[in-house]
């Protein structure tokens, strides 16, 4: 399987925008990540197969996920961004489990190279 690659971070000020993107479409559960410095990461916005989109309370009403099949790539949309989305930014794939919520890690499986995020005052 080819491996996952993001892109489209960078440095941005506050209230900027960002658009990563990341070679992956398709799959029954596809999700964005991210990890700041010394801290876990976390789920940030997942979409299913169906069409189904799931976001991180922080994130709702500014970051939309999405996809583009017959190029093969997905998209995190990111707008109005602070100082607290400054972050390595991942995308996966897998499939929901059973008793996970869309945003738990635990049900993605393969995982791409990061992309660091960046929000300046």
């Known amino acids: 399987q080819a491996q996952l690659v993001a892109s489209g971070g960078g440095s941005v000020q506050a209230g900027g925008s960002l658009r990563l993107s990341c070679a992956a479409s398709g799959f029954s559960l596809m999700g964005w990540f991210r990890q700041p410095l010394g801290k876990e990461r976390e789920g940030v916005a997942s979409?299913?197969?169906?069409?189904?989109?799931a976001y991180a309370d922080s994130v709702k009403g500014r970051f939309t996920i999405s996809q583009d099949i017959r190029e093969n790539t997905l998209y995190l949309e990111m707008n109005n961004l602070n100082l607290e989305d400054t972050a390595m930014y991942y995308c996966?794939?897998?499939?929901?489990?059973?008793?996970?919520?869309?945003?738990?890690?635990?049900?993605?499986?393969?995982w791409g190279q990061g992309t660091q995020v960046t929000v300046t005052s």
């Open positions: 979409l299913a197969g169906d069409g189904s989109t």
């Open positions: 996966a794939t897998g499939f929901t489990r059973m008793g996970y919520g869309r945003l738990d890690e635990r049900n993605f499986q393969r």
